[in-house]
């Protein structure tokens, strides 16, 4: 049988803690929902920060998720979406706004990106 590790998520949106036990290797968002605790996300694919945390204790396998840098995931950020678990685990949700702006804002919000062409000709 498959181990099974407590999952605990400090829901700062909802003021509220949730906890469940998660297969060994299940994704976590995955696993909350079925078990009756539908967390936020998006797109499911680990691209967007809308399920965003912060690790408090323990660590995730989240080797699929595309929309956190390395240094974020140094910081201890991780997406629930594409988080595996391996291990006890306490995390607590972030604003997605502000994960999003420090993972993406660098690039965007600069101007127009323009095509290299003349801007008549654009």
Do not use: K
Request: negative net charge; aromatic residues 8%.
């Amino acid at each position: 049988m498959a181990r099974q590790f407590p999952i605990t998520v400090h829901w700062r949106q909802e003021n509220r803690t949730i906890q469940h036990l998660v297969t060994e290797g299940d994704y976590i968002l995955r696993s909350f929902e079925i078990q009756g605790d539908p967390l936020p996300f998006s797109c499911r694919n680990g691209c967007c920060t809308a399920c965003a945390v912060r690790v408090v204790n323990g660590s995730i396998d989240q080797r699929e998720a595309l929309g956190l840098s390395r240094e974020l995931r140094a910081e201890g950020y991780g997406l629930l979406c594409v988080a595996r678990a391996t291990g006890p685990l306490e995390v607590e949700t972030q604003d997605e706004d502000e994960v999003y702006e420090r993972q993406f804002g660098r690039h965007f919000g600069r101007g127009r990106v323009r095509s290299g062409l003349p801007l008549d000709e654009e």
